[in-house]
């Protein structure tokens, strides 16, 4: 597994992409934030987390895409495939290497809470579940763009399929479409957003619901990459 | 010993290999003989686990290679068709990477055997046809497994490469069963000692290799109809 996981990292490290892609989501996260600090006057990181779920639809899956469509691609999927490896571990070492580069492009962001720090008192449990949050929104992300990666020899079929499926999902949790539906609806389909979920962990709040929802909403799509492996025509 | 009995694939509606059976003993170098699309290729993802069968039964060393593919793996290396390859990795790097998979810890060994030890440094991107294919057969050895499966190992190099991987695969057919598949019946008449020929997903001949010069071209010639 550590073999893997090492593989999957260094074919990130050789390749500008990996480097380019992170590199855009600090600077674009940060801009978008502090551009708009000084004029709403308020010093908190609602602003910045509210706006994080709408760059990660865009980030995780430009940098999830390649996972599996470049192996299918290349037919080094052939490969990885006949080494005495299981098709879960395979999964796991790729999902990891994605979690640990998203851990590292949220790590750029960490300037905000600390220049903030600087400017006002903020409140550190808060900021620290919302990164929670976050993390288990970026794994959630990560399993369900793997997944689609699985799918397709294409790197932009993979993305596009991934942005346009989060889009919905994250859609549903949205004031704009709560608004359209009646309220015995809505019951129904925001719960089903991550972004209902993530608002939780914004608000400084653990939810157990909102947990087991990011929990079980990633396990699930890893589950159906795997099984997608395993299918093997 | 691989054991196939009546072995069928299909892709859609195409029966890419038709209940085909056949057993391997010990010590053999089996060429594997067909014209394009004859399937030789899923033979051998078959019984690597790589393709599941729609019927049939295969049995590497008496493990089940779908349900023991981890275990079958352990015991057989490969060389797929057209040897991908992770193109952006050194030398060093994707033989490591190999090597830390099969549990291969004499692995540069190997590799110098196989006369990588002038391009280690380098991207496999770089390296000539030749080179690549060497990379992937020094790949297919790690981890010392009792069976190997070449699919093509000679294809696109030139005579004089061709001719040192053939006396590679000679020397390793001594001490391990080999599979391999070639559009070259010379090279089949040169290294094999047993034939299988399979046309339209069927073996129509499985033996001996002919004793005579040329023999393999007349036989293959005999048996497959175009």
């Known amino acids: 597994m550590k ?72 037919n080094t999927i ?43 008192k903020i409140y550190l449990p808060e900021v620290f579940v919302s990164y929670l949050g976050a993390l288990f929104l970026g794994a959630f992300f990560s399993s369900l763009s793997l997944f689609f990666s699985s799918q397709t020899k294409n790197q932009v079929i993979a993305f596009l399929s991934s942005v346009v499926c989060l889009f919905f999902l994250l859609l549903l949790g949205s004031d704009f479409f709560a608004s359209l539906l009646p309220k015995n609806l809505q019951e129904f389909f925001v719960p089903l957003s991550p972004l209902y979920h993530f608002q939780n962990f914004v608000k400084g709040i653990l939810d157990f619901r909102s947990l087991f929802y990011f929990f079980s909403f990633t396990f699930l799509f890893l589950f159906l990459t795997v099984l997608e492996l395993e299918k093997r025509k | 010993m691989i054991i196939l009995s009546s072995v069928s694939k ?85 033989l490591d990477f190999i090597a830390l998979a099969k549990n291969e810890k004499n692995w540069q060994d190997i590799a110098k055997e196989v006369g990588l030890s002038s391009v280690f440094n380098k991207k496999i991107e770089e390296l000539s046809f030749g080179f690549k294919q060497r990379v992937g057969l020094a790949a297919s050895l790690f981890g010392n497994p009792k069976y190997l499966i070449l ?35 010379s090279e089949a008449e040169k290294v094999a000692n047993r034939l299988i020929i399979i046309q339209n997903g069927q073996i129509v001949y499985d033996g001996k290799k002919p004793k005579e010069k040329g023999g393999v071209e007349k036989l293959f010639k005999k048996k497959v109809k175009n």
Do not use: C
């Not at chain 1, 590199?23 to 308020?42: E, Y």
């Not at chain 2, 797929?80 to 990795?89: G, I």
């Open chain 1, 78 to 120: 052939e490969v990885l495939l006949t080494l005495p490896y299981q098709e879960t571990q395979i999964v796991l070492a790729k999902f990891l290497v994605n979690l640990i580069l998203f851990f590292i492009a949220l790590s750029l962001t960490l300037s905000l809470p600390l220049s903030l720090s600087f400017l006002t």
């Open chain 2, 10 to 94: 299909f892709f859609g509606q195409k029966k890419a290999v038709d209940n085909i059976s056949f057993k391997t003993k010990e010590g053999e170098i089996i060429g594997f003989l067909g014209p394009n699309g004859a399937g030789k290729t899923t033979t051998m993802r078959l019984i690597l686990g790589y393709l599941k069968p729609n019927s049939g039964k295969i049995s590497v060393a008496g493990l089940d290679p779908v349900e023991q593919r981890v275990a079958v793996l352990k015991q057989v290396g490969y060389l797929p068709e057209s040897n991908p390859l992770y193109q952006e990795m050194k030398v060093f790097e994707y």
């Open chain 1, 3 to 74: 073999n893997l996981i090492k593989k999957e990292l260094n074919s990130y490290l050789n390749t500008p992409l990996g480097y380019i892609i992170t590199i855009l989501f600090g600077i674009f996260a940060n801009f978008f934030f502090v551009k708009d600090l000084f004029i709403t006057g308020s010093a908190s990181l609602r602003p910045f987390f509210l706006l994080l779920p709408w760059f990660l639809l865009i980030f995780v899956p430009g940098q999830a895409m390649r996972s599996f469509s470049e192996e299918k691609r290349a």
């Open chain 2, 151 to 185: 699919d093509e190992p000679t294809s696109g190099l030139d005579p004089l490469e061709q001719e040192k991987i053939r006396n590679l695969i000679k020397k390793l057919g001594q001490k391990k069963t080999i599979i391999f598949s070639t559009h070259i019946l």
